[in-house]
């Protein structure tokens, strides 16, 4: 196996093992690990560890998968997905039962952004294919599998001149016709997703609202095969912006965002949601001077709670909730600038016991010389 990146760094923070693997460069224009509200890393029984992630090629922005099968120490392509026709951003992963990956993404077609779909069975990817057409931008994937292998892909796109949310499912007839999620003017975007232990859809994104962003949530109800009424999480007077979803066991909903305080800096909000129709409290994660940006939450099978997220200083840093309280902050990265963490969860095919008892995570390094690389670090569960 041909090493891209050399040694493994170990390294400790506050008692949680961390592994650093560097794992391909950029220019600053591609962030590798964008954004949080997708997820780019999966991993199947054997241990095997899969990303998908851009770099350059040429002149190009492309989508790329790489493999590690020793635990992160070293990587390789595994595939390049987005065909070579234009700058391809934004990509997501997830797996099936079967090992197989799906990958999303957006690429410029004839100067509008479209969503990309593209398999990797046994290996070997397949021809991409365009899920999304026309002279209106489409971006942003966000996917999830539930029980049966059916993929909820929720994105946002231009409709008469306003951004609003989608959804679609891949079943075995093929995907579904589009539904539009979100109501209201203007703007939806940057949609996130997960299911259940009951194959329920839960979608949220941010949307302008009397001046100022604020996060909403949807639910889709298997049984009804019904999608319920969309839902504010409580209308405040700042920003709330980049939402990140997860859900346990319980059918209890996650959900971390980036909101400003009353001096206008923003800060990690979360919030659970145990009653569909009860605005949950907001408790926020950080504080001070520093802007604090871009959450990924994650669940391990114990119902701990992870969350990480970058702060103004360059740094990347977890919060976790250890099953009766909320732990400090840990800082997860010593130096450079980074950005744009994403963390391994998904309700299903998400192995987390035994050599997989691991939350994985990427983010982006920018470098001196003005490129930028994708960095891999795991915290051991307890």
Not at 68 to 95: C, K, N, Y
Not at 115 to 121: K, M, V
């Amino acid at each position: 196996m041909r090493s891209l990146f050399g040694a493994l760094i170990l390294g400790c923070a506050l008692g949680a093992l961390i592994f650093f693997a560097p794992m391909g460069q950029q220019q600053p224009r591609d962030k590798g690990s964008s954004y949080n509200s997708q997820r780019k890393i999966v991993r199947d029984p054997a241990g095997r560890i899969y990303v998908a992630y851009t770099k350059p090629v040429n002149t190009l922005s492309q989508v790329f998968v790489q493999i590690s099968e020793d635990q992160g120490a070293t990587w390789r392509d595994l595939a390049q997905v987005s065909p070579p026709t234009g700058d391809a951003t934004t990509p997501m992963l997830a797996i099936d039962s079967r090992q197989n990956l799906h990958v999303f993404w957006t690429q410029y077609v004839q100067n509008v952004r479209q969503i990309f779909y593209a398999p990797i069975e046994q290996g070997k990817a397949r021809p991409a294919q365009a899920l999304t057409a026309g002279p209106a931008y489409n971006g942003f994937p966000s996917v999830a599998l539930d029980s049966q292998d059916r993929i909820h892909l929720v994105w946002y796109g231009l409709d008469e001149g306003v951004y609003q949310i989608w959804y679609s499912r891949k079943d075995k007839d093929g995907w579904s016709v589009p539904l539009k999620l979100s109501t209201g003017f203007p703007d939806s975007v940057n949609p996130t997703v997960a299911t259940d232990g009951q194959d329920n859809v839960h979608a949220a994104w941010y949307q302008l609202t009397h001046g100022v962003y604020q996060i909403f949530y949807r639910r889709y109800d298997a049984r009804s095969g019904q999608w319920g009424p969309q839902r504010s999480l409580g209308r405040t007077d700042t920003n709330a912006l980049s939402p990140s979803i997860a859900v346990d066991t319980r059918g209890r909903v996650h959900l971390v965002w980036e909101q400003q305080d009353d001096a206008k800096r923003f800060q990690i909000a979360y919030a659970a949601l145990d009653t569909e129709n009860v605005i949950p409290p907001i408790l926020w994660l950080t504080s001070g001077d520093l802007h604090a940006t871009d959450p990924s939450v994650a669940l391990d099978p114990q119902g701990r709670i992870y969350v990480f997220y970058a702060k103004r200083d360059g740094q990347i840093y977890l919060r976790r909730f250890d099953g009766s309280a909320w732990r400090a902050e840990e800082r997860l990265t010593r130096s450079g600038r980074n950005e744009y963490p994403s963390a391994r969860w998904s309700f299903y095919h998400n192995p987390l016991t035994g050599i997989n008892a691991k939350i994985d995570y990427i983010w982006t390094e920018e470098l001196r010389d003005g490129s930028s690389q994708t960095r891999y670090g795991a915290v051991a569960i307890p």
